[in-house]
């Protein structure tokens, strides 16, 4: 079992331009969240995909979404990228949404924007 | 709202030392307290969760209600140990938010000769 695997692992974009992350979860796991963190912060919640919907949301703009799809790997979109918007992005994922379970996480995305 | 402090960014003991990483927590219901950890190069993983009152790799952490804390501890330092601590909460089963954690901001554990 990879466990949760992320793509790409470092990625530099421009102001104003769009990106996708890209996460796999860990074999027999059906719920995948987003965390944002930015440089000697610890991780912020943005969302959380079960079942292929939108199940709970951080306070983050709308310029952040998501997609789950059928084999319940997700994409994470951010669009009109700010500087502000440079940070690791991890995937976690578990086994349940209801339940309090130990969540998995990928090595994450380094996105830098110029 | 939530809310998890970790007073302590960096924290450095002599190995054989003891230790105690300081997390404390706001939020009115039941929460669920975790440690996750970060060593060098690698994923954050689960370190441990006070639901299960397990002792992972020496450490041991007591949920305080009272004081609205979750310290986490250990007798003895190791070299091994020197990593990034995170404390986390979550709302609890049932709440409909059960999976989703709030981190604090860190504390890197450095254990020296």
């Known amino acids: 079992d990879a466990g949760v695997t992320q793509s790409p692992t470092h990625l530099i974009k421009t102001r104003g331009q769009q990106v996708t992350l890209r996460c796999s979860p860990k074999?027999?796991?059906?719920?995948v969240s987003w965390y944002q963190q930015a440089l000697g912060q610890g991780p912020q919640f943005i969302f959380q995909y079960y079942e292929e919907e939108e199940r709970q949301r951080g306070n983050f703009p709308d310029r952040f979404s998501g997609h789950q799809f059928p084999n319940y790997s997700s994409e994470l979109n951010v669009n009109a990228l700010l500087l502000g918007d440079s940070a690791l992005y991890l995937c976690a994922s578990i086994p349940s949404l209801e339940l309090v379970e130990e969540a998995f996480f990928g090595q994450g995305t380094r996105l830098t924007v110029v | 709202a939530q809310r998890v402090t970790q007073p302590e960014k960096l924290l450095s003991v002599f190995k054989g030392a003891p230790v105690e990483l300081k997390c404390n927590y706001s939020?009115?219901?039941?929460?669920?307290l975790f440690w996750y950890v970060q060593y060098s190069r690698q994923r954050l993983q689960l370190l441990l969760r006070h639901i299960s009152r397990e002792s992972i790799k020496g450490f041991t952490a007591d949920l305080n209600k009272g004081e609205t804390s979750f310290h986490l501890k250990k007798p003895f330092a190791q070299e091994e140990d020197s990593a990034m601590y995170y404390c986390?909460?979550?709302?609890?089963w049932g709440t409909g938010t059960a999976s989703k954690l709030t981190f604090g901001t860190g504390t890197r554990l450095q254990v020296t000769l």
């Open positions: 986390a909460l979550s709302e609890g």
């Open positions: 939020y009115s219901g039941s929460p669920e």
């Open positions: 074999s027999g796991h059906d719920t």
